[in-house]
């Protein structure tokens, strides 16, 4: 019932603001970054109250196979038909690991440019055919499954992509890259800008990459998104927060100004770190963890989150399941929002974009449910 409550609460306050000029433009945004939309009630009433009308949405991740020797295509995106039409700000995210262009050259990473484009189209255009059409009563015949087989249907077919293309006004490449990968990124980069002329490509900056531009080296694109978290050591079984920890992630925005305008994403997710004799092996989730798997969980550790695996258990239902065996140790992270909140406030008056975006990283129905204030008072701060 309290919880009921909160998201009625959230909902009134966003509907009575008067206050707003009748071309209010929100600057709420949120990363989408699971791996079906399907995994989200795109009709929740808390989620329409914060008047998000900008989503980053994970395409797909471009990974290093080392089978292979090439770098590959994996995640995908499912779900592509659950994306609402009224919102209108979809942003195609690909993360791309810096492995990848450890092993590539200049020329390779151009070539890895071309091959993402052609991987990213055939996506848009079942994303595009989707979101513009699943509610309309002419959904079928625009379906491309259906269309027939003749050059004046193909060409229906594909003026109709290329219209709706023109909606997408931004594509952003997510990559912790180094100072020894920047040239190989960066061409990358180069060659999308010409690649997609119409969009504006973007790239998000890591703390270290903002705080140290000159030994990273600043992305050739036209804005970037400043990723306000993950400044612990996640890899240390010892480390409290890795996610979240205010304090040090001041230490990187003392900073002299980034030579580009920047947006900022700032997080209310959690996760589960699962460590075996000291190292870390994967990362979970927090709320699955709890809800199927607490009988085989013990109590935290004093004031840490941590917590000893009781007994042997198969975490997952299908072939990539994950075997967590007695004596593991499983960490318990989420960023405080309180604080997460006073760092919005501080960025509402740092930033150096005045038309800068806030997008909370990310999407999902568990934080809506738990945490809906929280979230008000973060986009509010900012």
Not at 208 to 231: D, I, S, T
Not at 272 to 287: D, M, P, Q, V, W
Not at 337 to 351: D, M
């Amino acid at each position: 019932m309290y919880r009921l409550y909160g998201v009625l609460m959230v909902v009134l306050l966003a509907s009575c603001n008067t206050d707003r000029p009748a071309d209010f433009s929100s600057t709420n945004a949120f990363y989408f970054w699971q791996t079906d939309m399907a995994n989200f009630e795109w009709n929740d009433s808390t989620f329409h109250a914060f008047q998000i009308n900008k989503l980053y949405i994970r395409f797909f991740d471009i990974d290093w196979s080392e089978s292979a020797n090439a770098a590959v295509p994996v995640s995908p995106l499912n779900g592509l038909y659950y994306y609402p039409r009224n919102i209108p700000g979809a942003v195609p995210v690909v993360f791309i690991t810096n492995e990848t262009f450890k092993h590539l050259t200049k020329e390779q990473s151009v070539e890895l440019a071309r091959q993402t484009k052609r991987k990213l189209m055939r996506r848009l255009q079942d994303f595009l055919t989707y979101a513009d059409f699943q509610n309309d009563d002419d959904w079928w015949e625009h379906n491309p499954y259906t269309i027939k087989s003749n050059l004046d249907e193909l060409k229906k077919h594909d003026s109709i992509f290329y219209a709706n293309l023109q909606k997408i006004k931004e594509i952003q490449f997510d990559c912790d890259w180094t100072g020894s990968t920047r040239e190989n990124y960066f061409a990358f980069l180069e060659e999308m800008k010409k690649l997609f002329p119409d969009q504006a490509i973007t790239s998000t900056i890591r703390l270290y990459q903002y705080k140290y531009p000159k030994e990273a080296g600043v992305p050739p694109v036209k804005r970037g998104m400043l990723m306000c978290y993950n400044a612990g050591d996640v890899k240390d079984v010892k480390t409290v927060n890795s996610i979240f920890d205010k304090e040090e992630i001041m230490k990187y925005l003392d900073a002299s100004p980034y030579p580009l305008p920047l947006d900022y994403a700032l997080p209310t997710f959690e996760w589960a770190l699962l460590y075996r004799e000291g190292k870390l092996t994967n990362i979970l989730s927090a709320t699955d963890l709890r809800e199927n798997y607490a009988s085989n969980i013990g109590a935290p550790d004093g004031d840490r989150t941590t917590v000893k695996i009781l007994a042997d258990f198969v975490y997952g239902y299908t072939h990539n399941s994950i075997y967590i065996r007695k004596g593991d140790e499983i960490r318990f992270e989420q960023a405080d929002l309180e604080e997460v909140q006073e760092l919005a406030s501080w960025l509402a008056v740092h930033k150096n974009n005045p038309d800068a975006i806030l997008s909370l990283y990310h999407l999902n129905t568990y934080d809506f449910q738990h945490h809906s204030k929280e979230i008000k008072a973060i986009f509010d701060s900012f």
